[in-house]
T-cell receptor, first 112, second 110 residues
């Protein structure tokens, strides 16, 4: 099925551990995004990639890094996980601005 | 920072009734989008209305946009149990970013 695929779906990390969240889309979209969603809140943008070869910080980039590996893939790395990074992470993609986004099903991350 | 502010925060109605949710925003926009999120799942894009449009329909959904008041409304007609979800508005400009509201939680009672 066409769409955005995120892996893993669930992850538990210990404080200080690192991990990479993977995201891939097969719709030939230009722009890709990483969001986090905390209870009772809307989405907050961590990083985005407007097009292949570019990445930019969003609202809450501290503690994260990203790589736009190619047009399909956009990964999010936590170098040293902290309990404050416990959240649900969503990847999304779109053609460009003025189009709707397609979201992945999310990664539920717990940092203990 | 959140630009879209949804109202109400929660809404509970009987199946078959209409549900109306509102969204207000602060700055100029290129478009306004509505998304649905079922519990524990990813967001699904419902409808996008551009800044030069005033009303848009998609099935049982009707969205209006009033740029002079910086507000939008989402109307779901003839609600069904499957419409139970959280609904988010998001505003887009030319900066490749959407700014999201905190959402309206809609419960449809059988």
């Amino acid at each position: 099925n066409a769409g955005v695929t995120q892996t893993p779906k669930f992850q538990v990390l210990k404080t200080g551990q690192s991990m990479t969240l993977q995201c891939a889309q097969d719709m030939n979209h230009n722009s890709m995004y990483w969001y986090r969603q905390d209870p009772g809140m809307g989405l907050r943008l961590i990083y985005y990639s407007a097009s292949e070869g570019t990445t930019d910080k969003g609202e809450v980039p501290n503690g994260y890094n990203v790589s736009r590996l190619n047009k399909r893939e956009f990964s999010l790395r936590l170098e040293s996980a902290a309990p404050s990074q416990t959240s649900v992470y969503f990847c999304a993609s779109t053609w460009t601005d003025n189009y709707g986004y397609t979201f992945g099903s999310g990664t539920r991350l717990t940092v203990v | 920072s959140q630009q879209g502010e949804e109202d109400p925060q929660a809404l509970s109605i009987q199946e078959g009734e209409n549900a109306t949710m509102n969204c207000s925003y602060k700055t100029s926009i290129n478009n306004l989008q509505w998304y649905r999120q079922n519990s524990g799942r990813g967001l699904v894009h419902l409808i996008l209305i551009r800044s030069n449009e005033r009303e848009k329909h998609s099935g049982r959904l009707r969205v209006t946009l009033d740029t002079s008041k910086k507000s939008s409304s989402l109307l779901i007609t003839a609600s069904r149990a499957a419409d139970t979800a959280s609904y988010f508005c998001a505003t887009g400009d030319s900066n490749y970013q959407l700014i999201w509201g905190a959402g309206t939680k809609l419960i449809i009672k059988p």
